[in-house]
């Protein structure tokens, strides 16, 4: 049995094409799992693998004489994608420009995101890396302006019946289990920002998701790593700000949805469990920024030998 995850619980399958190994030892450093090594001068599978094979490719991937094959764990060779014909790599500066212009956009122009950008963030979102593969992110996709509203409300109606747990009195009886931090968080944030939410849901302003035409929610099973949606989300604000799409990370629907009743998790195609999870809206920006912001870190702890 392999690593479990929601997709799979077995090993990934390896096969290695003696006549085409050159016994060069790419694969055999490239895999931290020890499931290769070199034995007269050729590739073989090792009696010394730790978790047995997790379906990465890399050993594929790093092959110069396409000698490796993987399958199992939802991964063929199918997955693996020439390189040779992209274009020079991305320098620091054009890296910079693009995250130097991202803004968090919350306003945006009357006109919808078609289908191609939407599918062509979606293939960048294929390449985040995960924390063991196969990747457990889903992706819940709300493609257009009122789509989006209807979702807004289901989630602002949720609030509504969720309202009582963020009274001041049942913050005090539940500051022992929480801690200090989080019920502060609640009382300064999380109470004050409901309220908001549903005065500007009863006016039919959406203030949640500020009707958006495009929003994803990235979503992860109890399988996968917590940063597992995080980074994969992050491709995809990437991706978006390249096509010249303006983005916001909006963490508060996930709460809602993770505790939310049955039938709205049920609406939206997500039965089970599902702790992590971020949402990203995006769209044509309405005003244009003429000013990058450099937000201060917390600190570095910077150790040199």
């Known amino acids: 049995m392999g690593i479990i995850t929601s997709r799979t619980r077995e090993n990934g399958q390896l096969r290695i094409d003696e006549e085409r190994c050159t016994g060069c030892g790419l694969c055999v450093g490239v895999?931290?799992?020890?499931?290769?090594?070199?034995r007269n001068g050729k590739a073989v599978l090792s009696s010394k693998s730790v978790f047995g094979c997790i379906g990465c490719g890399q050993c594929a991937a790093v092959c110069p004489e396409d000698a490796i094959t993987v399958s199992g764990r939802e991964f063929s060779m199918d997955d693996l994608l020439p390189l040779d014909f992209l274009k020079e790599k991305a320098d620091y500066g054009s890296w910079m420009?693009?995250?130097?212009?991202?803004?968090?956009?919350?306003?945006?122009?009357?006109?919808e995101v078609d289908r191609d950008t939407v599918d062509r963030i979606l293939k960048a979102v294929q390449l985040a890396p995960?924390?063991?593969?196969?990747?457990?992110?889903?992706?819940?996709?709300?493609?257009?302006?009122?789509?989006?509203?209807?979702?807004?409300?289901d989630i602002i109606n949720q609030m509504k019946r969720s309202r009582f747990f963020f009274s001041g009195w049942m913050l005090f009886l539940i500051r022992p289990f929480l801690g200090k931090e989080a019920v502060e968080l609640f009382s300064s944030?999380?109470?004050?920002?409901?309220?908001?939410?549903?005065?500007?849901?009863?006016?039919?302003?959406?203030?949640?998701?500020?009707?958006?035409p495009l929003a994803m929610y990235f979503y992860s099973t109890s399988y996968s790593d917590p940063a597992d949606p995080i980074i994969t989300a992050?491709?995809?604000?990437?991706?978006?700000?390249?096509?010249?799409?303006?983005?916001?990370?909006?963490?508060?629907?996930?709460?809602?949805?993770?505790?939310?009743?049955?039938?709205?998790?049920?609406?939206?195609?997500?039965?089970?469990?599902?702790?992590?999870?971020?949402?990203?809206?995006?769209?044509?920006?309405?005003?244009k920024f003429r000013k990058g912001i450099r937000r201060s870190l917390a600190g570095i702890t910077y150790m040199d030998h």
Not at 97 to 111: A, H, Y
Not at 141 to 153: P, Q
Not at 251 to 269: M, V
């Open 31 to 38: 895999c931290k799992d020890f499931s290769l090594e070199l």
């Open 130 to 153: 995960v924390g063991i593969p196969p990747s457990d992110v889903g992706v819940l996709v709300l493609h257009g302006t009122a789509r989006v509203r209807e979702f807004s409300w």
């Open 234 to 287: 992050t491709y995809a604000m990437l991706a978006a700000e390249s096509l010249g799409l303006g983005t916001c990370f909006i963490g508060t629907p996930h709460y809602f949805l993770r505790y939310g009743s049955k039938k709205l998790k049920a609406k939206y195609g997500l039965e089970g469990k599902h702790p992590n999870g971020i949402m990203l809206i995006m769209g044509y920006p309405r005003y």
């Open 97 to 111: 420009s693009l995250i130097t212009r991202r803004r968090s956009v919350r306003d945006f122009r009357d006109r």
């Open 189 to 212: 944030f999380g109470a004050p920002l409901l309220d908001k939410l549903i005065r500007a849901r009863d006016r039919d302003e959406n203030l949640l998701l500020y009707d958006a």
